[in-house]
């Protein structure tokens, strides 16, 4: 059973659109919810982070919401721009030394100009 | 930004050989970590290590694998002897303290044949 979900798999917007990605998680421990972007051949790098304290992030033309009670969070890209195409990963963990990051399968954006 | 530098981008070997990932973590960061990602699937979570010790370990880490990082040089991860599904792209990250962001490489891809 995937610890982390996301959806939709991939995703397609014209330039100027907000993209919504969304995620979902099994273990309520988890408190701390990176979004990773990977563009192909590099490795992921962080885009903007949630603690479960909160229940919204804002970054620029990224912004991320967060619902502990049902488990869920959504990552808007406002304006998004053809060079935000990648693919976006949701992760989570227990935010501590020891744990690792569980990683969701990705969803893959591509925006049109 | 900080870079994590993985050393090759490519390798391929037979199996039951051995075969060793070399991973560059970012200068004065203090936790180092593997995860493995299949093409298709997710990212997973090997192994962490600090202070010269595996802090924590997933299922996926077998018996054949090995970490160390002797003497501040690169962290290691070393498989002996490899196996068909050990086919996989393999990231490693550092971090700084706990909670701080997680940096990643861009990945050895690892083919056994």
């Known amino acids: 059973q995937q610890q982390v979900r996301q959806s939709p798999q991939s995703l397609t917007v014209w330039e100027g659109e907000t993209a919504i990605l969304n995620c979902s998680y099994e273990?309520?421990?988890?408190?701390?919810f990176p979004w990773y972007q990977q563009f192909p051949g590099e490795g992921p790098a962080l885009l903007i982070s949630?603690?479960?304290?909160?229940d919204k992030k804002e970054d620029g033309r990224f912004t991320i919401f967060f619902n502990k009670r049902e488990k869920k969070l959504s990552l808007h890209i406002t304006d998004s721009q053809p060079g935000d195409s990648a693919t976006y990963f949701c992760a989570a963990t227990l935010n501590n030394y020891a744990q690792g990051l569980t990683f969701g399968l990705g969803t893959r954006v591509s925006v049109f100009p | 930004g900080p870079k994590v530098l993985q050393i090759p981008s490519h390798q391929i070997i037979d199996m039951g050989q051995m075969v060793t990932l070399n991973c560059d973590p970012v200068s004065n960061h203090l936790y180092f970590y593997w995860y493995k990602q299949i093409l298709g699937q997710q990212m997973e979570f090997l192994v962490n290590?600090?202070?010269?010790?595996?802090?924590?370990k997933s299922k996926l880490f077998k018996d054949q694998f090995s970490v160390e990082r002797p003497d501040g040089s690169y962290f290691t991860l070393k498989i002996q002897p490899t196996a068909l599904e050990d086919s996989a792209v393999y990231f490693c990250a550092s971090s700084g303290q706990p909670g701080t962001e997680v940096f990643f490489g861009k990945g050895t891809r690892l083919t056994v044949v």
């Open positions: 949630i603690r479960s304290v909160s």
């Open positions: 273990d309520s421990t988890f408190n701390y």
């Open positions: 290590f600090y202070n010269g010790k595996v802090m924590e």
